[in-house]
Structure formats: structure tokens, C-alpha cells
């Protein structure tokens, strides 16, 4: 079974830095892309940030502020996130796709304040 585990959320002030992590174990293959998506209470889950082997693909909203990268061989993925902003505070989800399934982590609360 594919398993998805998350770390770095956590309490930032306005203008800080945070680095999500998501890790899959459970499986011998490669993930073929690798999101991050976030939810904000009663807002939609929305999507951040995609990685393939080929492209990214950032949200309007965080471009130029986060980064999204993977060691795709080891099936893991990172989320950069600088010049943090309140309206980032959200619960973050990483996704990744094998083949035709995919599978969601647990999510990781960011909450930025002063």
C-alpha cells in the first residue's frame, strides 16, 4: 500500500520561510507527477504546485514565492514556500500519481501570523 507522509508545517510570521516535504513509500515505481495542493477553512482544495519530469506548473498566487522540486527516484517532493503571506495559512496536501492511481498524504497545517 502507497503511503504518503508529509512534514514541515508549522507557525511562520508574515514575510517567513517554511519547507514542506512529502515522501511515498509502499511502492518499488516512480511517481509520474507530484502536487501540492491546500485548503484553507471553507475554501476549496485548491492546487499549488506540479512537478513531472518535464514541467512545473505554479498557481498565480504563489508563483515567484514557492518552489516545488523532487529527487524523483526516491519518490519525494519539496515545497519552497518564501515571503509567506496570511493568506497562505492552509492545510497542505502533497498527490502524487503512479500510473493510473493516485494517492494523497495527510496534510500539514501552515499557519502564518503574527
Known amino acids: 500500500q502507497v503511503q504518503l507522509v508529509e512534514s514541515g508545517g508549522g507557525l511562520v510570521q508574515p514575510g517567513g520561510s517554511l519547507r514542506l516535504s512529502c515522501a511515498a513509500s509502499g511502492t518499488s515505481g516512480s511517481a509520474s507527477a507530484m502536487y501540492w495542493y491546500r485548503q484553507a477553512p471553507g475554501k476549496e482544495r485548491e492546487l499549488v504546485a506540479q512537478i513531472t519530469t518535464s514541467s512545473t506548473y505554479y498557481a498565480d498566487s504563489v508563483k515567484g514565492r514557492f518552489t516545488i522540486s523532487s529527487a524523483n527516484a526516491k519518490n519525494t517532493v519539496d515545497l519552497q514556500m518564501n515571503s509567506l503571506k496570511p493568506e497562505d495559512t492552509a492545510v497542505y496536501y502533497c498527490?502524487?500519481?503512479?500510473?493510473?492511481?493516485?494517492?494523497w498524504g495527510q496534510g500539514t497545517q501552515v499557519t502564518v501570523s503574527s
Open positions: 498527490r502524487f500519481r503512479f500510473g493510473v492511481y493516485w494517492y
